[in-house]
């Protein structure tokens, strides 16, 4: 059974729908308070812009870390360096010492190396401070969100986990549960000697950790007898302004507040000079602070891996998570633990190898790009993850185990298309001499053949002057699956299209579009390559002769909106109609993805299908009749996400047009001489 086989079969087990509805819940509140709240932070993209450039100087600067570690061990913290997993999970168990049971707070580092399973494994028991975390545990789950660990799970279902795990009835209300999971961590602070934490940032200047929270229990934690804290090394930052600004947005975009309810700074050791202005150390515990710096791959990825050094730029926000297509379809299991969605994926896979990175869900990211555009950052995973697809190929060993992979791939260079031998509708009598060019592209050609003879309908019917020709595949999906398209096939398509005289080239398809204009970038064609509705939006307005009761909302294709910076061409044709066009809730640049891209509708058409669907509740919401894209394998998902009993009418642009011209609802006027 090949690897992405196994893994969607596994999936299609473990995934439930009930979490993942919690999850979008919880997820929506949080997006929620970001909107309630963002008035308030009248610098928020000021703040991104100074934390980007921050993080960017910060990590990978030795210099800086060095000057960090120097400071903080003048302000006593022991201060010990970790190569790998392995070596920071035996310095902990090592700084532990003869105790047998540690509290630890939330911490993504201590996920990343498994070190409660570590610890457990050398009987010692770890018992989880913060509410979320210590739900998980009892579940032996992984957590949902980094800062909302337990999201995924209803009021219902942890009054079940805490009765079974307690050994007494909890109610599910919330209050009743939050009391009984306090009791339950208070009783092992009372006895606990050693305290666990991760850090958010370490500041070089100042010598100081810094550690946010809401629920108090890091002050708990690290006021044991001894304190561990367990940090990266692209935790470092200049100076304690600068960590502050990345903790101001950090708990913004994470929970939707304006500021946490705790920043806990430390300094170093209790100390007092009270006496004499002499300087004692240990007046109160903890008695010693031990910062343990794990790399586990960053230096390496930092000074070899170049291209891929921007994943740990993170801020740990998890505003990537929120409106992610694949973690909203299958919730936690797209990531590594610590390391949650696509650019966990690319980190764990770059940590702990390609095999590992595709049951982490390498394969499972539509590319989408939303990511890149929501992250603070601006961490695009699904370009990390195209490239580190490309390297799982490289491999003979997981080559031969991506059958699906692979199989596209050898279908596209025998048939010249991903449909294979699925039959090709044929335009042959369009095909003539003219300056203008309609490229179809494979999906139009085999399965969405009915939008493509609209949209060659609305052209005759504009009076344009237009031709076919005998195209052949761009190779677009190659790409998005890890292969390499071959140039020699869009050289193959230009020299149709100069041919029959082309000058002007419109595209149904913005993956194509998209193709051409990058191969136009490097290998300059003489040629014009434009979307049709753009190319429509310049050449004629189009009025209606009566107001259209139907509503219409417009989904941006990925390609053609974050891909091509092209949100109008559409939305300008629908300016001069009777109709009312309602915005979904995420538009423009923060579009939600169909689910078709990056090979998921083939290799998970289950989790593509939930996708669409999650798309196209959300038209439904805005009460649509009608929902408009500008991309064929858009308008093929999204009709997936239509439900049996669902109204939404799917369509395109041109769709939509013509079908007004045909009933007299719609004329239309030539700006200027068309073609």
């Known amino acids: ?38 008035a308030s ?76 399973s570590f610890l457990i494994q050398h009987g010692i028991k770890v018992i989880e401070t913060d509410i979320g975390d210590r739900i998980i545990q009892m579940t032996g789950q992984r957590a949902s969100h980094y800062t909302g660990p337990a999201c995924h799970l209803s009021r219902y279902d942890i009054a079940q986990i805490l009765s079974k795990h307690l050994k007494k009835e909890i109610p599910p209300i919330p209050e009743d549960e939050m009391e009984a999971v306090k009791q339950d961590i208070a009783s092992y602070l009372k006895k606990a000697r050693v305290g666990i934490t991760g850090a958010n940032a370490i500041t070089a200047k100042e010598g100081a950790v810094l550690i946010l929270h809401n629920e108090g229990n890091v002050t708990r934690v690290r006021v044991r007898k001894k304190h561990i804290i367990t940090a990266s090394i692209d935790k470092v930052y200049p100076r304690l302004e600068d960590a502050i600004a990345m903790l101001r947005l950090e708990t913004y975009l994470a929970t939707g507040a304006l ?23 240990g007046i109160y515990e903890p008695e010693s602070v031990v910062v343990i710096l794990l790399d586990n791959g960053r230096r390496r990825i930092l000074e070899d891996e170049k291209d891929f050094s921007d994943l740990l730029s993170c801020i740990g926000c998890g505003n990537c998570l929120l409106d992610c297509p694949t973690y909203n379809a299958i919730g936690s299991s797209f990531g590594a633990d610590g390391m949650l969605g696509g650019r966990g994926v690319a980190l764990a896979s770059l940590q ?23 992250c603070p950052v601006g961490i695009d995973a699904g370009k990390r993850l195209k490239d580190l697809r490309r390297s799982s190929l490289q491999s003979p060993e997981i080559y031969a185990q991506l059958n699906e992979v692979t199989q596209l791939q050898n279908t596209i260079d025998q048939y010249g298309t991903p449909y294979g031998e699925m039959a090709r509708t044929e ?31 609305l052209l005759q019917r504009l009076g344009i002057n237009f031709t076919l020709i005998d195209e052949v595949c761009c190779e677009a999906v190659k790409e998005e699956t890890g292969s390499s398209s071959n140039p020699e096939r869009i050289r193959m398509n230009i020299e149709k299209m100069k041919e029959v005289g082309g000058r002007e080239v419109l595209f149904l398809c913005p993956t194509c579009l998209k193709t051409f204009l990058d191969y136009d970038k490097e290998h300059p064609t003489g040629l014009f390559f434009k979307n049709l509705p753009s190319f429509l939006s310049e050449n004629f307005s189009f009025t209606s002769m009566e107001i259209d009761p139907t509503t219409v909302t417009y989904h941006d294709p990925c390609h053609l909106g974050r891909g091509l910076e092209s949100f109008d061409g559409a939305r300008e044709l629908l300016k001069g109609l009777r109709v009312k066009l309602a915005e979904m809730e995420h538009h423009h640049r923060e579009s939600l993805c169909c689910g078709a891209g990056g090979g998921v509708r083939g290799f998970y058409p289950k989790f593509s299908r939930d996708i669409a669907r999650r798309r196209v509740r959300e038209a439904e919401e805005v009460k649509a009749d009608i929902l408009l894209t500008d991309c064929l394998s858009c308008k093929h998902n999204l009709k ?34 068309a073609s």
């Not at 360096?81 to 630890?104: H, N």
């Not at 049996?644 to 007299?664: A, F, N, S």
Request: glycine share 8%; with cysteine.
């Open 352 to 374: 702990r190898g390609i095999r590992e990175g595709i049951e982490d869900g390498l394969f499972l990211c539509t590319t989408c790009g939303l990511c890149g555009e929501v």
């Open 640 to 673: 997936q996400g239509v439900p049996w009993e669902g109204k939404i009418k799917v369509m395109t642009t041109p769709e939509y047009i013509l079908k007004g011209i045909e009933t007299g609802k719609i004329m239309c006027l030539r700006k200027k001489t």
């Open 259 to 281: 500021f946490p309810a705790f920043i806990d700074i430390v300094g170093g050791r209790s100390k007092s000079s009270d006496i004499e202005k002499k300087l004692f150390y």
């Open 427 to 457: 335009f042959s009598s369009l095909k003539r001499h003219s300056p203008v060019v309609l490229y179809i592209g494979c999906v139009g050609m085999s399965i969405e053949t009915e939008p493509v003879s609209h949209a060659i309908e």
């Open 1 to 38: 059974m090949s690897l992405i086989q196994k893994q969607y079969e596994d999936l299609r087990k473990r995934v439930k729908k009930s979490e993942l509805e919690n999850q979008r819940r919880a997820f929506q509140e949080t997006r929620n308070r970001q909107k309630e709240n963002l």
């Open 41 to 116: 932070i009248d610098d928020l993209e000021k703040i991104k812009e100074e934390v980007k450039r921050i993080r960017s100087e910060s990590v990978g600067n030795w210099d800086l870390l060095q000057k960090a570690i120097s400071r903080l061990e003048g302000n006593q913290f022991k201060v010990i360096e970790a190569k790998d997993s392995k070596e920071a999970c035996e310095i902990v168990l090592k700084e532990i010492g003869e105790e047998k049971l540690v509290v630890k707070s939330k911490s993504n580092i201590s996920k990343e190396i498994g070190l409660t």
